[in-house]
């Protein structure tokens, strides 16, 4: 069984930096891609950014781009987010999610598996 754990969430001031950390295991992760996906209370869950394994091709929600850099260790298996100047309204739970198939990247619908999510809060 695939299983993923998010770490590294907490809470921070307005411009401070965080790295979220996920440790996949349960299949061979050559393959596929892993995305970061955030939910703040009452909305819906959002698309932050994606990574091949294999290639390490990347792709960021616009709201994030140039602040937020993901990556992989695929000897580690494992993902990282790293965020930088961080905002007010980038508070919410954050969850990693595996992509076997690397299929429609940004798209919830073809994560098939999710962690537990890390809180991280940033305040003004």
């Known amino acids: 069984q695939v299983q993923l754990v998010e770490s590294g969430g907490g809470l921070v001031q307005a411009g401070d930096s965080l790295r979220l950390s996920c440790a996949a295991s349960g299949r061979t992760f050559s393959s596929g891609a892993m995305g970061w996906f955030r939910q703040a209370p009452g909305k819906e869950r959002e698309f932050v950014a994606a990574t091949s394994w294999r290639g390490g091709s990347t792709h960021y929600a616009d709201s994030v781009k140039g602040r937020f850099t993901i990556s992989r260790d695929n000897g580690k298996n494992t993902v990282y987010l790293q965020m930088n100047s961080l905002k007010p309204e980038d508070t919410a739970v954050y969850y990693c999610?595996?992509?076997?198939?690397?299929?429609?990247?940004?798209?919830?619908?073809?994560?098939?598996?999710w962690g537990q999510g890390t809180q991280v809060t940033v305040s003004s």
């Open positions: 999610a595996d992509n076997p198939s690397a299929a429609a990247i940004a798209s919830r619908a073809f994560y098939n598996y």
